[in-house]
C-alpha cells in the first residue's frame, strides 16, 4: 500500500536524521452514548490514538483562506501510522521534536496520493 511506503520512509529519514516527522498523538471527544429512555451509558471520555506528525510552515494557499493567523502552521500526519480518520474536531499533540505540544485542527484533507492528512494547526 502506498501510505504504508510513505510512512516506512518518513520514519526511517526522521530516525537517521532527527525530524521531520515525530511521535504525536490525535485525541478526539468520544460521543457521549444515551439509552432509548435518554440515560447516559457511557461518557465522552477522551481517546488519544498513536501517529507520527509534522509541523511545517503554512503554505501560500492556507495564508490566503479565511480565517489564517499569522501562528497558524501546515501540519502532516503520516495516514498509515494513525487508526481512523482525522477530522476537525481533533487535537493533535506532538509530543518530541522543535513543535512539541498541542495543535487544534482548524481544516483537513487528503494528500493527493492518500499519504497524510494536511491541514492548518492553531496552538491549543
Given at each position: 500500500?502506498?501510505?504504508?511506503?510513505?510512512?516506512?520512509?518518513?520514519?526511517a529519514?526522521?530516525?537517521?536524521?532527527?525530524?521531520?516527522?515525530?511521535?504525536?498523538?490525535?485525541?478526539?471527544?468520544?460521543?457521549?452514548?444515551?439509552?432509548?429512555?435518554?440515560?447516559?451509558?457511557?461518557?465522552?471520555?477522551?481517546?488519544?490514538?498513536?501517529?507520527?506528525?509534522?509541523?511545517?510552515?503554512?503554505?501560500?494557499a492556507?495564508?490566503?483562506?479565511?480565517?489564517?493567523?499569522?501562528?497558524?502552521v501546515?501540519?502532516?500526519v503520516?495516514?498509515?501510522?494513525?487508526?481512523?480518520?482525522?477530522?476537525?474536531?481533533?487535537?493533535?499533540?506532538?509530543?518530541?521534536?522543535?513543535?512539541a505540544?498541542?495543535?487544534?485542527v482548524s481544516?483537513?484533507e487528503?494528500?493527493?496520493?492518500?499519504a497524510?492528512?494536511?491541514?492548518?494547526g492553531?496552538?491549543a
Amino acid at each position: 500500500m502506498l501510505a504504508e511506503a510513505f510512512a516506512q520512509i518518513g520514519m526511517a529519514f526522521s530516525a537517521a536524521l532527527g525530524g521531520p516527522f515525530f511521535a504525536a498523538a490525535v485525541i478526539n471527544q468520544a460521543d457521549t452514548v444515551y439509552d432509548d429512555g435518554g440515560s447516559i451509558i457511557s461518557t465522552g471520555d477522551t481517546v488519544s490514538r498513536a501517529c507520527q506528525a509534522q509541523i511545517d510552515s503554512a503554505t501560500e494557499a492556507m495564508r490566503g483562506a479565511e480565517g489564517f493567523v499569522d501562528t497558524d502552521v501546515r501540519f502532516i500526519v503520516l495516514a498509515a501510522t494513525l487508526t481512523g480518520s482525522l477530522g476537525t474536531d481533533a487535537i493533535v499533540e506532538v509530543l518530541a521534536g522543535p513543535h512539541a505540544g498541542l495543535w487544534s485542527v482548524s481544516s483537513i484533507e487528503r494528500d493527493p496520493v492518500a499519504a497524510g492528512w494536511v491541514g492548518v494547526g492553531r496552538r491549543a
